[in-house]
Each structure stands twice: as C-alpha cells, then as structure tokens.
C-alpha cells in the first residue's frame, strides 16, 4: 500500500512539473539529502529575523525549503518561504509550520473593528471551491474548507492575527487542521502557517503558538520600533486578513499598487491553503519514511 501511494503522487508531481518529474523513491532521496537541522538559534534567510528551534523540531531554510515544498508535489511557487520546521518528536503525529516573509511596509491596527467573521468564511469558501476546478485536472484532489476552528483574533500586545479553520478532501474521511499567524513588524509582517489533524489541533499550547514564541524580528524590526517616517501599507490589518482569506470586499486606505499588491494576494492565498493542504498525507508518509531506520540488507 504504500509503495502504491508513493508511486500514485509521483504522478501527480510528473503532471506538475513535467520537465523535472522525479520517481518517489528520487523525491525521497532528495528529502533526505536536504541540509535539516535540529535544535539552535538561526536567521531566517529573507526577514533576518530569528528563530529558536525547540527540542524535538528539524528545520531546513531559504531555497532548501522551496526545495522541500516542491518535492512534495505542491504546484505553487513560494518565494517568500523562509523556513520549513517538522514537528519530529512523534512519527505519527506529524506537524508542520512554514515561515514566509512578507516586506509590504507598516500595517496599522485600526481597521480592526471592520472585520467580519461570517463574511470571511463564506468567501474563503468561495475562493477555495473556485481553485478546485484547476487541481482537480492537475490530477490533484479537491479541498473543502468546512468551517472555524479559531475565528480571527487579533493580539494587540504582540501584533498577531491568528485563525484557525478545519478542511477535508475529495474522498477523504480524515479532517485537516490549518491555523495561521500573521506575526506584524516594523516593515511588514511574517506568516506562520501550521498544518496537522483536527485532533492535533488545540486552542492554546499547540505548536503554532510553539513557534511563535521561538520567533522574534531583528533589533530595530518589531512592530513597536515604528516611527512616523517609515513605509506605509497603504491598508490595515483586517484588509490584510480579509484579502487573504479571498474576501473581494476590504476597504483599502490607499489605492493603486497597495489595492494591487491585495488583489494579487487574495488570488494567490487559496491555493497556496490547498496546495499545502493537499500534500499533507504525503508529507506525513515521506517524512516516516525519512525518518525510519533501515532495515538488515537496506
């Protein structure tokens, strides 16, 4: 069964990327040959921001990360990923969390009260459904996303936005869990996205809020370091999560590239949920896999 899984998602990834399709046991090679680091202090590539690796954690950095993304058969490009950590403490519990790097200058806090919880979700909905057309002649399932785990919230004391919401697939029984944190900083903000199970999912204490705590900005980078001269947005925080969750109606301050940079973010967030979605049971098996001690003859 599981050589017949591994050799199913090589398919998928020869429809992907045609011109550089690799064997499952190449991709698992591959994975292997990634520089992954366990537990230390590193600087993340893009924001130069820093992350504290727990105990328990591997990570791999920059252009090894985008490497990672694609050998997972992921059909969207990532640019601004910065670092892939794995959860490695439980080889059947799996966790993920991806960091990206977003430079769009100051974003303020005061559009807050604009936000709309049930006017999100449905347009999160949407926008997901509409992509399902495009992954399924891809040969890659449909995601549904079924509703709230965590509705945004919004941490004023360390500039977080955090949600949380529950997807499934096409002919799949299991339920995935996807919760992400939109860290803001003096120049931008950083995206912490975390994949799992719905029963790995907790409220408080999960690995999301893990990995907070083990990031933090540079000095001079956080958001209290703001002064008045710095670059601006052009928008605030919820027409920040609004377009990221594919609402088509957010209020932005100023137009022109800020409105443009938003247009093209909400398009592009959908299937970035869906392409890490759709590789997490993949994921799951190449890194036990990765993970297991040759056998006598291997």
């Keep these: 069964m599981f050589r017949k899984t591994l050799l199913a998602t090589a398919g998928v990834l020869a429809l992907a990327y045609p011109a550089t399709a690799l064997t499952a046991d190449e991709e698992v090679a591959a994975l292997k040959q990634l520089p992954w680091v366990g537990t230390g202090i590193y600087t993340l590539p893009i924001s130069g921001s820093k992350l504290a690796l727990p105990q328990g954690d591997i990570a791999v950095f920059g252009a090894h990360a985008q490497r990672a993304y694609k050998l997972l058969g992921n059909p969207v490009e990532r640019s601004e990923l910065e670092a892939f950590v794995v959860d490695n403490t439980d080889r059947d519990q799996i966790q993920i969390v991806t960091f990206e790097s977003n430079s769009t200058g100051f974003i303020g806090l005061d559009d807050w009260t604009q936000l709309d919880p049930t006017a999100l979700l449905d347009a999160f909905r949407r926008g997901t459904e509409a992509e399902n057309q495009q992954r399924r002649q891809q040969g890659i399932s449909g995601l549904h996303i079924r509703g709230w785990l965590h509705p945004p919230t919004l941490d004023r004391n360390t500039a977080t936005v955090y949600w949380a919401v529950t997807t499934d697939e096409d002919d799949m029984v299991a339920i995935n869990a996807n919760a992400v944190a939109l860290r803001l900083g003096r120049r931008g903000y950083e995206r912490l996205t975390w994949i799992g199970t719905q029963g790995q999912y907790q409220a408080t ?42 609402a088509k109606a957010v209020k932005v301050a100023a137009g022109g590239a800020a409105a443009g940079g938003l247009a093209a973010l909400g398009k592009l967030f959908p299937a970035l949920l869906a392409a890490i979605a759709g590789a997490f049971y993949k994921l799951v098996q190449w890194l036990r896999k990765l993970r297991r001690k040759p056998a006598p003859g291997e």
């Design 205 to 246: 204490g999960n690995h999301l809020d893990t990995m907070l705590r083990a990031h933090s900005f540079a000095p001079g980078s956080a958001y209290a370091d703001h002064i008045s001269t710095d670059k601006m947005a052009g928008y605030g925080v919820a027409a920040l999560v609004g377009t990221v969750l594919g």
